[in-house]
């Protein structure tokens, strides 16, 4: 099983970025999928999740309105829009996946990507 991030950078407040997460060795159309971020010193946090089919998908409320996950089944990966980026939001971000997880408790997903870091300069 391999989840690999990608799409993470240096922005300035205000910018945007997309994240991708490819995965491989997994059933992945039926694998709910999530993004988490893990600030220096902090625990990893909830970001977003999206089930396997796509039909629901909730944010943590301090993005809600500014980034939206998505997913293409036909590709293998899932997406994080991320835009009006702040400063706290920089972080290194991770996707996880797994069967039945879709939710905001990380030790609900199995498998996990290598993180990708976003940095918002302000």
């Known amino acids: 099983v391999q989840l690999q991030a990608s799409g993470g950078g240096l922005v300035q407040a205000g910018g945007s970025l997309r994240l991708a997460c490819a995965a491989s060795g997994i059933m992945f159309s039926r694998y709910d999928m999530g993004w988490f971020r893990q600030a220096p010193g902090k625990e990893r946090e909830f970001v977003a999740a999206?089930?396997?089919?796509?039909?629901?998908?909730y944010n943590e409320d301090s993005v809600k309105g500014r980034f939206t996950i998505s997913r293409d089944n036909a590709k293998n990966t899932v997406f994080l829009q991320m835009n009006s980026l702040k400063p706290e939001g920089t972080a290194v971000y991770y996707c996880?996946?797994?069967?039945?997880?879709?939710?905001?408790?990380?030790?609900?997903?199995?498998?996990w990507g290598q993180g990708t870091q976003v940095t918002v300069s302000s």
């Open positions: 999206i089930r396997w089919l796509g039909n629901s998908a």
């Open positions: 996880g996946g797994g069967r039945g997880s879709y939710g905001a408790d990380k030790s609900q997903y199995p498998y």
